[in-house]
C-alpha cells in the first residue's frame, strides 16, 4: 500500500468517525425532543382525559333527571311488533280512549292528510280487527257519514289478494251503514310507503303518520300521554 493509499484511508475513516459521531449526537437530540414531546402529549392527555371525565359526570348527572333516552317501546322490545303499533294507533284514534284528549290526533290526522269530512267529535267508533264477510281489518274508524278501513304492515307483506278483499268489505260496510262513496276511505300504512294491491288503498309511511301526530303535541294537556306519544313517534321514525 502506498503512503497516498495510506492517506486516504486515513483520511476516510476520520471522516466516518465523525459522520458517526454526528450521527449519535443528531439521534440523542431527536430522543431528548421526542421524549419532551411525549411528556407534553401525556400531559395534555390527561387534562383532556380529566375535562372529559368531569362532562361525563355532569351529562350523568343531568340524564338522571330528564332520562332522555328513555323509551318504554324500546324497553319491551316490540319496536317492529305490528299489533303493538295497531294498537296504539286505535287507541289515539279513540275518542274515548283512556289518554283522555278526545278527538284530538284524529282530527289532526284529518288535517295533516286532507281529508275533508264532517263527523261529531264525540259520535264516532274505532274497532280494532274488524271481521268482515273476506278479511280482517286492522283498524276501522266510522261513523254514520264516514268509514276509515286502515291496514297496516310493519314489516310483514300484504297476503294473498288482502287489500282487494278488504275494499270489497270496506264496500259492503258503507253500503250497510248507507254511507256515500265519497265518504269511504282505505289507507295502506307502512314504514316506507308501500304500495297496495288494491289501488284504492291511499300508501302512507310512518314518518308522514308522525309527522301528522307531532302537530297535535302542544295541544296534549295530559304530561304522561305527551311523554308516551313522543315515545311512540320516536319509534316510528327509527323504524
Request: proline share 3%.
Amino acid at each position: 500500500m502506498t503512503g497516498i493509499e495510506k492517506e486516504n484511508m486515513a483520511f476516510e475513516n476520520t471522516e466516518l468517525k465523525n459522520l458517526f459521531v454526528s450521527f449519535q449526537s443528531l439521534q440523542s437530540k431527536l430522543e431528548s425532543k421526542n421524549e419532551l414531546l411525549q411528556r407534553k402529549n401525556i400531559e395534555e392527555y390527561k387534562i383532556f382525559l380529566d375535562r372529559y371525565i368531569q362532562n361525563l359526570n355532569k351529562l350523568y348527572e343531568s340524564n338522571r333527571k330528564v332520562a332522555n333516552h328513555f323509551n318504554p317501546i324500546k324497553l319491551f322490545k316490540v319496536k317492529f311488533d305490528e299489533i303493538t303499533h295497531s294498537n296504539i294507533l286505535s287507541w289515539i284514534f279513540d275518542p274515548y280512549g283512556s289518554h283522555n284528549q278526545g278527538d284530538l290526533f284524529f282530527k289532526y290526522f284529518l288535517k295533516h292528510f286532507n281529508y275533508s269530512i264532517k263527523y261529531d267529535p264525540r259520535n264516532y267508533k274505532v274497532i280494532k280487527e274488524c271481521r268482515g264477510d273476506e278479511s280482517i281489518v286492522d283498524i276501522v274508524i266510522y261513523s254514520k257519514d264516514f268509514v276509515f278501513f286502515i291496514e297496516n304492515k310493519t314489516l310483514s307483506s300484504e297476503g294473498i289478494d288482502q287489500t282487494n278483499r278488504e275494499y270489497r268489505d270496506l264496500r259492503r260496510f258503507s253500503k250497510k251503514m248507507s254511507i256515500k262513496k265519497d265518504s269511504i276511505f282505505s289507507i295502506f300504512l307502512s314504514p316506507k310507503g308501500s304500495k297496495p294491491l288494491n289501488k284504492n288503498f291511499k300508501p302512507i309511511t310512518y314518518r308522514s303518520l308522525s309527522i301528522a301526530f307531532e302537530e297535535s303535541l302542544e295541544e296534549i294537556e295530559a304530561p304522561y300521554v305527551g311523554y308516551f306519544i313522543k315515545s311512540w313517534l320516536n319509534i316510528l321514525n327509527s323504524i
